[in-house]
């Protein structure tokens, strides 16, 4: 017999060495997040993955599965916790969602339908933030960041050539280029990395296709984030569809 947890009054078996939300997914339960990503080590940063574990709060993204205990996610209080968080990612950076080409394959606005985020809350930051606009085949919209390093982690350990990392502290948080002019065409960056392809939101975007897959069919016009067991899976799968439409290499 296979070793279970509960989660909300479920009992969800899991493999050794499996976190929450990796044996949660794979029963079919969502836990929201953002930074988690099925194919890369966890990175902890977003805290949307949150639950509760015998009464503690703990990122169920880092959290290792363990037999008996008790973990609470679904509640009124961690939503709470999730819109807020969420509310909070928006007005740090520039989101213009009915103008994004991300807009419905995005992470961040489905997850913040899915909590039911009615506005921002909080006051907007409105961060000055320029696009980088110098390669010929990608544009960095560096607006929509929400620091949760997938590209970077892609670029280091899939890619294996680091063309992305975090620089500063805090608020000053940022993503930068491996390149002495900061700029991504002075990178070996190419448009068949994997790095280009995880972005939960819309700061990687190519430059000549845009809205091949109409609004109303994207990934989250099909159906709320929460009913996909693989949502990075499934916004990827969108953007192979551009690239199959598209005479040149996939992003
Ligand atoms: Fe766990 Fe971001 S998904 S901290």
């Known amino acids: 017999m296979s070793a279970s947890f509960i989660l909300d009054g479920r009992s969800i078996a899991f493999a050794e060495g499996q976190t929450i939300i990796q044996a949660a997914l794979a029963a079919g339960v969502y836990i929201p997040h ?4 099925p194919e890369f080590k966890p990175h902890g940063s ?16 880092t959290t ?9 996610s679904d509640t009124p209080a961690l939503n709470d916790e999730r819109r807020t968080l969420t509310q909070m990612l928006f007005v740090e950076g520039n989101h213009f969602c009915p103008s994004c080409e991300k807009s419905g394959d995005c992470k961040l ?6 909590l039911g985020m009615m506005s921002a809350h909080f006051d907007h930051f409105f961060p000055s933030r320029p696009v980088d ?6 544009l960095l919209d560096f607006n929509r960041c929400i620091l949760c390093s997938l590209c970077v982690r892609a670029s280091r350990d899939v890619d ?13 948080t940022h993503l930068i280029v491996n390149a002495k002019s900061g700029r991504l065409a002075d990178t070996d960056v190419s448009l068949q990395d994997k790095a280009l ?3 939960p939101v819309g700061v990687m975007l190519r430059k000549d296709k845009g809205f091949t897959v109409p609004i109303g069919r994207r990934v989250f016009d099909l159906k709320p984030v929460s009913a996909y067991v693989d949502a ?20």
């Open 64 to 72: 290792l599965a363990q037999a008996g205990m008790v973990v609470e």
């Open 34 to 37: 953002l930074c988690y990503h």
């Open 232 to 251: 990075s899976a499934a916004i990827e799968k969108d953007q192979e569809t551009v690239s199959a439409l598209s005479k040149r290499s996939p992003i």
């Open 160 to 172: 294996g050539k680091n063309v992305f990392a975090l620089s500063g502290r805090g608020i000053k």
């Open 109 to 114: 606005q489905a997850t913040a339908y899915d």
């Open 197 to 199: 392809h995880v972005c």
């Open 133 to 138: 606009a110098s390669h010929p085949d990608v």
């Open 46 to 61: 977003c805290k949307l993955c949150t639950v509760k574990v015998g009464g503690r709060q703990s990122a169920s993204c």
